[in-house]
């Protein structure tokens, strides 16, 4: 089944500055990759997503790119800001019988943006 | 984005009770939802994928007599955890299928965090 990494564990930056969490994934068929923001004690935010038909996709300060040939995906965040902390989730669509793909997550990112 | 809520948003109940925990898409209909337990620090792990007017299927591991989901209507999943017991007590969080085809999206409810005393 698909199995998705994702790296660093933790990230602390200064605001202003980018950041940069990296996933990779091993299910070759997988086609969705949306990332998620999750605050404490509530529900993961959709940011953005990506489909394996595109390569990049950027919405204000925030960027994902993709390598299908290299089963890895980023997310970039330019000019951080203290409301930024958080933790982020990267997720690969697994192949589902039903008809829509289920969503492999993974461990998370806890980003630390510092004023 | 798309708005899912959950209800209740916490809970606390006696070992050996039930909960239900519903699940609603407010404004797009949902055939397919998911549900998904969190523990503290921890990524999100999928328990069942509830589906419109069949029964869910479970991954692995979960046990499906415990926990009873019910996908009721387009707007509703319901989820019961049976016979609650204290290695019960975590973040549980919904989520619903928007669109369809090679356009759909998955969003998230707000979560219930249920304590099992």
């Known amino acids: 089944g698909e199995n998705v990494e994702q790296h660093p564990s933790t990230l602390s930056v200064q605001e202003g500055d980018s950041a940069v969490i990296k996933c990779t994934y091993s299910d070759s068929a997988s086609n969705y990759f949306p990332w998620y923001k999750q605050e404490l004690g509530k529900g993961p935010q959709l940011i953005i997503d990506?489909?394996?038909?595109?390569g990049e996709k950027k919405d204000q300060r925030i960027a994902v790119t993709l390598n299908k040939t290299a089963k890895h995906f980023s997310l970039h965040i330019t000019e951080t800001q203290p409301e930024d902390s958080a933790v982020y989730f990267c997720a690969a669509s697994s192949p589902f019988s039903g008809g829509y793909n289920k969503l492999i997550f993974g461990a998370g990112t806890r980003l630390a943006v510092h004023p | 984005g798309a708005v899912v809520s959950q209800h209740p948003s916490w809970v606390i109940c006696k070992s050996g009770t039930s909960v239900k925990i519903e699940c609603r898409s407010l404004?797009?209909?949902?055939?397919?939802m998911f549900w998904y337990r969190q523990f503290p620090k921890q990524s999100l792990m999928l328990m069942a994928t509830s589906n419109e007017g069949s029964k869910a299927t479970y991954e692995q591991g979960v046990e499906k007599d415990k926990f009873l989901i019910n996908h009721a209507s387009l707007t509703l999943s319901t989820l019961t955890v049976t016979s609650a017991h204290p290695e019960d007590s975590s973040f549980y969080i919904c989520?619903?299928?928007?669109?369809?085809?090679?356009?759909?999206?998955?969003?998230f409810g707000p979560g219930t965090r249920l304590t099992v005393t």
């Open positions: 404004d797009f209909q949902a055939t397919t």
């Open positions: 990506i489909r394996s038909n595109v």
């Open positions: 989520s619903a299928i928007r669109g369809g085809g090679s356009a759909y999206e998955q969003y």
